[in-house]
């Protein structure tokens, strides 16, 4: 009885198969085709596939089993399949992790008859795994047997999969995601993105062995006289789209940024996401790790920076008596920072929940404009040297695909292929010329201001507009492009790295040698062991002993507060039936709070909010708190004012 149903169990994963591949190339053809021009990799993943419907075999509900795993593998195949249609990294289980911020953008990306139909889809799907619970049969189930029928399919898929990993047919990690799934299939790579978190020990990890490599690493020299500001500005989807062949513009869409790389040190970024995955190359940054170490589709932001401190350019300017700042236009509990940045040594954190007089673009995502006088604020906020690291997000997807915003000033694009995609085109130029604009007014705020400035400008991946390697000049959709600006005189040096190189890069430029990564990228860039070596760094600072460090962490959380400038409550008052409430530095995000309980809150300007209220009582504990603009969480609270 057993062999039958592991038979039948094998069409069905088959049958599943073919479903998930049309679904994850988002064409019939492609995934039909994918059995023959894969057929090792097919196979590998219908097997997958047959183990976990073969866990019918081990209970009475057989086909609800079947029902049921059948459903969940078809609503990871849709969800994958919709997730394409915005962006270029397919499905992983690090999506899961970012739930929330999902949800918090999924405005977005559909409109509300679309949001009103999934979720209808989902009422419906739960209400037919009811159905089936109580409506379909049980079969009586012979325990050694079954166990034994089980355990044989487990064993194939284990063979299965090791014979191509030992191989090397099969990748544990990469750092091309969708190139992954391309080749090895939607059911292999979301499972391994399930199962494969963290950076695999390196098989010469040792206490000896890191105690050497450290040893090799230069110690710090002397601290550099005459600290200059560091302002590094990460664009979100920025890259100069003439690199783009067969498209042709009616005017540059960049012609700043375009002076900048002619008239300052710049060249090709490698930054290790296209089309998303903004966090990624902002951790690698910011801490000069590489992030093909870690697993497959994994962001640290939501794994282990979420309570382990790591090495970072700001902890190692802190220690040069600098204050470090982050900004970013968009909600602050977006990937986590708020709860990463302290992990990463900031002092402040100004999040869009902390900002005033920000303007939006016409799919929702605040322009960029508002980051210089951010920016400034931080540069004032002491007499320390300054670390400010930005992130824009004005020119992120959706991009639409019918006319939107059009106006005199537009660019227009020739050699789309199709309508949709020059209004996608047209979209997405008009918002890198803004962010342009935006870069001009920056750079004249900077080189104006009283103290040295560095400036670094980059793009974290290309957009989400279905550009292929051999569309682009450069044949690479893993490269922008960055410029280092000085409000000083300064030589003009042109050289193409990685992203976890360029504050190493930038730091060595200042005169400042930085941590133990940063001093090893600058002195063994060009090694052959530095991959290995860099690899065995990260590992020890994460997961290891941390030998390198003495065998405790390098760095404690910072005390990081939100927002560069403190909000206060200076007093209350209560006129008639309103509640006002007079201090400095409330937004549109401010909240009143008597006594922890939330009330509905009026913005009139950074000095003042009210709410309904008709009276306070002597001992009324009065709070201002920040609230999340897409989940509703508090993101910080005032001191409390008492009422007397």
Sequence with gaps: MRQPQLLLYLY?????????????RRSLLGGLTYFFTHPVFFALNTVILWLTLSVALLVQRKLFVVVLVSIFWLGLG???CILLSFRVTPLGAVDFRNIASAFSIMNIYLNKTEIVFIAL??????????FAWFKLPRYKTRTM?????????????LISTNLPISAEMLPVSTDNVADAYENCGFVYCFSLSVLDKGIEKPENYSEDTMNSLLASIPEPGAKPEGSSNLVIVQLESFFDPTHVAGLTFSRD????FRHLMNSCSSGYLSVPAVGAGTANTEFEVLTGMDIDFFGLGEYPFNTVLQDSTCESVAYDLKELGYDTHAIHNNTGSFYGRNRVYPMLGFDSFTSLEYMNDVEYNETGWAKDKVLTGEIEKCLNSSSAPDLVYAVSVQPHGKYPSEPVGIGPSQIAVSGALTDAQACAWTYYLSQINEVDDFLKDLIRMLQDYPEPVTLVLFGDHIPALEITADQLTNKDTYQTEYVIWHNRPAEKKDADMSAYQLTSYVLGEMGADGGILSRYHRQYASSGSYLDDLKLLQYDMLYGEQYVSGGAPLHQPSSMQMGVDPIHISHVACVKDSLFVYGQNFTAASEIQVNGKRLDTTFISPGLIAADLSRLDPGDRVTVAQISIRNNGILSETAPYMQQ
């Design 12 to 24: 069905l994963a088959f049958i599943l198969n073919i479903f998930l591949e049309v679904l994850g």
């Design 253 to 256: 869409p960049i012609p700043f």
């Design 145 to 157: 047997p079954s166990v034994a029928a089980f355990l044989a399919a487990l064993t194939v898929v």
């Design 121 to 130: 889809l989902l009422l419906a799907i739960a209400a037919g795994i009811v």
């Design 78 to 80: 849709v969800a994958n």
